[in-house]
């Protein structure tokens, strides 16, 4: 073809891009394509280079990750034999995207194809001097995920020089255990004028050396006494960090005020539908999903919310169905894992549950609900020591928190010989925090289990005066229904039943009662007949000895 009419042709071509007319584009770079391979010499290779990129474009717009990547690859072959063929060709390349550039997209198509082996392998092809941020930033969230910890944090500090004001870079370096000071010296100087940023940075360097209490300190600074006080985001980063330590009502709470504060908050919302899944708060649940689903699609939040909805419900298909969808948009999405593990588990698929959980613990070890779920799944399985050592490990690796000692206290319960020791580890949480609900439910599971009912309906009757729970007044009535207080027994069932419909315990045991005092009413009943039959006897044998007489 003459230069002119091969000018013209790329003309359309670009024409036919710049006006989205991708259809079109597909087809005719496909015939174009065709026509190179029968004759290369038909165009010039930056021509050559530049449909193949046209071709591979359209379909990585279409997410035809496989094909695109395979086309990238043919242009970085055609430009390489360009210029190897002559240097005068270096100009028309130059107006064209660079090979790094192509080598990100290809690096994108592998990602999206799970292949994380190609990824990096194409990344790391690119000369270090040639390497922008984006793509140190993308070796180095490879690294991440694939657990390479010192590539990682290279990879990240060199994303951090030179954009200092990056807090998502900030934030997984912390994670890695990189030192604050470290990074302060970095991005101190550019975060001058931004009273709120060197605070929040200290708050995250506390959750991530596991001094919750600091960390919550500083976030609550952050709340009323800097230029961002009353952001969404720093209310969800405390809903985050109370879901963390355990206490899931004033989680709920800051996730409140932070969907107050912004619509459209996506982050932490899947953790915010497993706490509403937790607390039996189905109607909620149901309007967070709507709402959601109203925002996008195209973010695992709304999908694992409506999975817990499904989970409420005992549709388990349908959970696992939900959890896919999240986890092919976000593949380290914690939540979908533990979703996806307790629909498994209530369907006996233990090990593949058991699975799940112990993937999710390895994205965030410091996440308390892996092991929670873990080893409920292990008692499930009937592996008591399996969920003791799941319960120390939580212990051994997020921390002395309340949670972590309620759930040592929860599987020590279990075990024949565990009664002192399930006992120590919920009055060492009860020390730490006297009024957590979740470790007063498990001290008087664990009185009533050994049968010191008497001091169970002391403990949980002083406890209930200053706030109460349907747990809490089944167990009462359990108490006392076995000290055969059956009256107050009745009363504290029906409480439980007032504030949550579906206790099924507390329904048994009102049933129970019930049928108790049938019994005791029959017998009454056979006993008054019996003895109405004697009388009967005795007045006929009067009758008779009169008679005779």
């Given at each position: ?109 592998c990602h999206n194809n799970d292949d994380d082996h190609n990824a990096i ?157 937790e607390e039996d708060e189905h109607e909620k649940l149901d309007k967070v ?170 403990f949980l009757s002083d406890t209930v005066e200053y706030f109460s729970s ?80």
């Open positions: 073809m003459s230069t002119t009419s091969t000018q013209s042709l790329m003309s359309h071509l670009s024409q036919l891009r710049s006006e989205k007319l991708n259809a079109s584009l597909e087809i005719l770079c496909g015939f174009l394509a065709t026509a190179i391979k029968n004759n290369s010499e038909t165009y010039s290779p930056a021509n050559q280079y530049e449909i193949l990129l046209h071709q591979a474009d359209v379909n990585f717009k279409k997410k035809h990750f496989r094909i695109a990547e395979s086309v990238y690859r043919q242009a970085i072959n055609v430009r390489k034999n360009g210029l190897k063929q002559n240097q005068k060709n270096v100009s028309s390349f130059n107006k064209l995207p660079s090979e790094v550039d192509v080598k990100y997209k290809i690096h994108v198509c392998s194409i990344l790391e092809s690119i000369p270090i001097k040639y390497r922008t941020v984006k793509i140190n930033y993308a070796l180095a969230q490879i690294h991440h995920k694939l657990g390479r910890k010192r590539s990682a944090i290279l990879s990240y500090k060199d994303v951090l020089k030179k954009m200092p004001l990056a807090l998502d870079v900030i934030f997984s370096l912390l994670s890695l255990g990189e030192s604050i000071n470290e990074i302060l010296s970095i991005v101190s100087n550019a975060a001058q004028g931004l009273d709120w940023f060197l605070p929040l940075i200290k708050a995250h360097a506390f959750l991530h050396c596991k001094e919750y209490y600091n960390c919550y300190s500083h976030l609550n600074i952050l709340m009323k006494k800097t230029a961002i006080a009353g952001d969404a985001q720093v209310h969800c980063s405390l809903a985050k960090l109370r879901a963390r330590t355990g206490n899931n009502k004033s989680a709920i709470v800051y996730f409140e005020s932070a969907r107050m504060n912004n619509p459209f908050l996506l982050d932490g919302m899947d953790i915010y539908a497993y706490l509403l899944y999903a709507c709402e959601l689903f109203s925002i996008t699609c195209q973010h695992p939040a709304p999908w694992v919310t409506l999975g817990y909805r499904a989970l409420s419900k005992g549709d388990y298909k349908r959970v696992v169905y939900l959890a896919v969808q999240a986890t092919k948009l976000d593949p380290v999405c914690v939540q979908a894992l533990i979703l996806k593990g307790c629909a498994l588990r209530a369907i006996d698929e233990i090990k593949d549950a058991t699975a799940h959980f112990r993937e999710a613990s390895r994205i965030d070890p410091n996440w308390f609900v892996c092991y929670k779920e873990l080893a409920e799944t292990q008692l499930q399985n009937g592996r008591t020591n399996e969920a003791i050592a799941v319960a120390h490990s939580a212990l051994n690796t997020i921390g002395y928190l309340t949670s972590c000692l309620v759930l040592c206290a929860s599987v020590h319960m279990c075990d024949q010989n565990g009664k002192d020791k399930a006992l120590n580890y919920v009055n060492k949480a009860l020390v730490l925090e006297a009024n957590n609900q979740y470790a007063i439910i498990v001290k008087a599971n664990v009185l009533y289990k050994y049968e010191k009912y008497t001091e169970g309906i002391k349907s747990p809490m007044h089944t167990i009462l009535g359990n108490c006392y229904q076995e000290v055969k207080n059956y009256p107050k027994a009745v009363e504290h069932y029906t409480i439980a039943l007032s504030l949550n419909s579906n206790n099924k315990e507390a329904s048994e045991g009102l049933n129970k009662i019930s049928n108790q005092q049938q019994d005791i009413n029959f017998e009454s009943g056979s006993l008054d007949t019996g003895q109405q039959g004697i009388d009967a006897e005795e007045g006929n044998s009067d009758s008779d000895a009169m008679y005779t007489e």
